[in-house]
């Protein structure tokens, strides 16, 4: 069989041995003249277990039917096999099945604390246990073990020709299993592990799984956690609606990927999204660029220019930043809120226009109104139903989720193929307290999806140390300076924006410039 009809491509087998090419081409004939599941496991077993030297080898498959494991267990010198119907959370396959990461425990007896799952093998005299799991493009299947009652060495290359068994053995499980036995990539929900003292036994993170995306109008809102969760349930309910909605949240949360959700649920799908950034505009512009102006309303004017909510007519208007609204232009947006209707700038014809309006900021509002910079009756028209965007602090969980999203965006683009990220280096960014959110993890992921030079994912631990060191207040002047000169070098000397320093050190504006000025730092040296 052609490995281009296994799914995979040259590169697929062009690091391997000539022994273990012949190995891994063995199990796909093995494949072509057993065709059923149990006949090809049972012919896998002793192919693996010689060349390896393990005496246990397990093939966990999940089972749709009955939520559980089906785990079968060929152990050397006995024929027949055992099955077992497993509850996933009780047993090694299914917990490699559920995280899509591998378990590798080269040593079980030198382990002080184990899971559950994993000390039941050492009460079998099992030492060394590998498991693996197995997911293609389409599906995920479960978890391939393999056992030994002595230590086997943790070789680079006998992992790296497992692995590889591994991804053979799911691509001809895709094509064997009837389809109501297989369960989509999209199904997947992360869980971690924190069961202390095992965090070096659990490695290698796996890339190949997409994270979920759930639904396709909350495509690119990725995560399963319970504050995604109950974001997601907020923008069902109001998107029905025609319903004023203030999006709060800390700068790069997220915000326009919740407004995008709730135009795409809402009746007005069909209609556009408008977007405008009243931080973007300078404010001598912004009236005209909501409202437009008539030829000749000022100076400029050359010609007639339709403003975006005209624009926006029986569709949404994303309004963001709306907290640095100049005053002056406040009140025509209450108006509009209230009446439903506005002129352009340099007429007197009145327009009549049917927009949905949602906001977003990443201010206090009650404060602004407080301190006078922002209308309390506009507020009160704004705040008619208010959704918190979590931090990713909040959501931690997600961030492994979100590490696949952004892989697979950006490692495509590059070309590149990259499987897998160190335990260490998934274990730092869980650790850490993204002041940037999901914009900071996009940047980083994506920077170091362009220097991968494998397909391990390598997370520059240095980097997210010194930050640690930071936000603590204990970074040196030094180190401190030496970080904001690398954000202003890789951001061209801009400082604000999506892309800018500010973003890529998770620091607002003002704090920037004000540490700029600390320690004599010119942003202009740093510009194309």
Not at 67 to 92: F, H, M, N
Not at 180 to 197: C, I, S
Not at 243 to 266: D, F, M, N, P
Not at 387 to 413: C, G, H, M, N, T
């Amino acid at each position: 069989m052609p490995a281009q009809r296994l799914g995979f491509d040259s590169a697929f087998f062009s690091d391997l041995t000539a022994c273990e090419y012949r190995n891994l081409l063995d199990l796909a004939m093995l494949a072509i003249r057993h065709p059923t599941t149990d006949d090809i496991f049972s012919s896998w077993a002793p192919r693996l277990r010689y060349p390896l030297n393990f005496e246990f080898v397990t093939l966990g498959l999940y089972d749709s039917s009955t939520e559980s494991i089906r785990l079968d267990t060929w152990k050397a010198g006995q024929s027949q096999k055992r099955y077992e119907s497993i509850p996933v959370q009780t047993c090694a396959s299914g917990w490699a099945w559920r995280n899509q990461r591998s378990i590798l425990v080269q040593d079980l007896e030198a382990e002080d604390k184990l899971p559950v799952f994993l000390e039941s093998l050492r009460q079998l005299g099992i030492r060394t246990y590998y498991v693996f799991p197995l997911t293609t493009i389409r599906h995920r299947l479960g978890a391939i073990g393999f056992g030994s009652l002595h230590v086997v060495s943790q070789a680079n290359e006998t992992l790296e020709l497992l692995r590889q068994a591994a991804a053979v053995i799911a691509q001809l499980l895709d094509a064997t299993l009837s389809p109501e036995r297989l369960m989509p990539r999209a199904d997947y929900v992360h869980t971690t592990l924190v069961t202390p003292g095992f965090k070096h036994a659990v490695q290698d993170f796996d890339l190949s799984a997409q994270a979920s995306q759930g639904d396709e109008p909350f495509c690119g809102i990725v995560g399963n956690s319970a504050p995604v969760k109950e974001l997601l349930r907020q923008v069902r309910s109001v998107a029905a609606t025609d319903a004023t909605v203030l999006l709060l949240g800390e700068t790069g949360t997220g915000k326009e990927l919740v407004a995008r959700a709730i135009h795409r649920c809402s009746l007005r799908a069909d209609s556009h999204l408008v977007s405008v950034n009243c931080t973007a505009i300078p404010a001598d512009l912004l009236e005209s660029e909501l409202f437009g102006h008539e030829k000749g309303a000022f100076t400029g004017a050359i010609d007639r220019h339709i403003g975006r909510w005209e624009l926006a007519d029986k569709g949404t208007l994303l309004l963001d930043e709306v907290g640095d609204l100049p005053a002056s232009i406040q009140p025509k947006l209450l108006r509009v809120l209230q009446e439903k209707e506005f002129e352009r700038l340099g007429s007197t014809r009145t327009l009549k226009v049917d927009v949905r309006l949602i906001a977003a900021t990443n201010q206090d509002l009650h404060r602004g109104v407080a301190e006078g910079r922002f209308r309390e009756d506009l507020f009160y028209r704004l705040n008619i139903f208010p959704i918190d965007v979590p931090a990713l602090r909040e959501r931690k969980s997600d961030i492994p989720d979100l590490v696949r999203y952004f892989v697979s965006l950006y490692s495509s683009a590059a070309r590149k193929s990259i499987a897998t990220i160190p335990a260490e280096g998934m274990d730092a960014l869980l650790n850490w307290n993204w002041p940037g959110n999901i914009r900071e993890l996009q940047n980083l992921v994506h920077r170091c999806v362009i220097l991968a030079d494998s397909a391990v994912l390598k997370i520059p631990l240095g980097e997210l140390r010194r930050k640690a060191e930071a936000s603590s207040g204990k970074m040196s002047t030094e180190v401190e300076r030496e970080l904001i000169l690398q954000g202003l070098k890789e951001a061209g000397g801009v400082i604000g924006g999506t892309s800018g320093a500010a973003n890529r050190l998770g620091m607002k504006r003002s704090t920037l410039y004000s540490k700029m000025k600390k320690l004599n730092i010119n942003p202009l040296e740093f510009q194309n």
